[in-house]
């Protein structure tokens, strides 16, 4: 993507999950899949809806009376950029620091083992 991708807060991003994961919804939707994931009010989403169309990180079209909103960023792109601005924030861009703070506190199986290294070998190769 070629565009500036919106900063999208922690509470958006649940938002964002919903259509990335379902598609396509109404307003009713969204909350409905929500619902039980968070104790938000029904406006309160509505509210995360309407930043989120004015920050370009969704669309809408109108069915009738109601509007069906989507992802208008994909989420691997808003991912990519977060990490990013992640690492910029708590490692002053520094990604080995960053990798290895990740690596020591995780709990990783044998085969995410061997798919790290994969990954690492093929950026080795370039």
């Given at each position: 993507?070629?565009?500036?991708?919106?900063?999208?807060?922690?509470?958006?991003?649940?938002?964002?999950?919903?259509?990335?994961?379902?598609?396509?919804?109404?307003?009713s939707d969204?909350?409905?899949?929500?619902?039980?994931?968070?104790?938000?009010?029904?406006?309160?989403?509505?509210?995360?809806?309407?930043?989120?169309?004015?920050?370009?990180?969704?669309?809408?079209?109108?069915?009738?009376?109601?509007?069906?909103?989507?992802?208008?960023?994909?989420?691997?792109?808003c991912v990519?950029?977060?990490?990013?601005?992640?690492?910029?924030?708590?490692?002053?861009?520094?990604?080995?620091?960053?990798?290895?703070?990740?690596?020591?506190?995780?709990?990783?199986?044998?085969?995410?083992?061997?798919?790290?290294?994969?990954?690492?070998?093929?950026?080795?190769?370039?």
């Amino acid at each position: 993507m070629s565009k500036r991708l919106p900063r999208i807060s922690e509470s958006e991003w649940r938002v964002m999950q919903v259509l990335w994961e379902k598609g396509p919804q109404t307003a009713s939707d969204v909350v409905g899949a929500l619902d039980g994931a968070v104790q938000w009010k029904p406006r309160t989403v509505k509210t995360l809806i309407s930043r989120l169309v004015k920050k370009g990180a969704i669309q809408f079209e109108e069915e009738g009376m109601r509007y069906r909103y989507s992802a208008a960023v994909a989420e691997s792109e808003c991912v990519r950029s977060e990490t990013q601005s992640f690492v910029r924030r708590v490692y002053q861009g520094a990604m080995k620091p960053a990798l290895a703070a990740f690596l020591e506190d995780a709990d990783l199986s044998p085969q995410e083992i061997k798919e790290l290294q994969e990954i690492l070998e093929q950026k080795r190769k370039g």
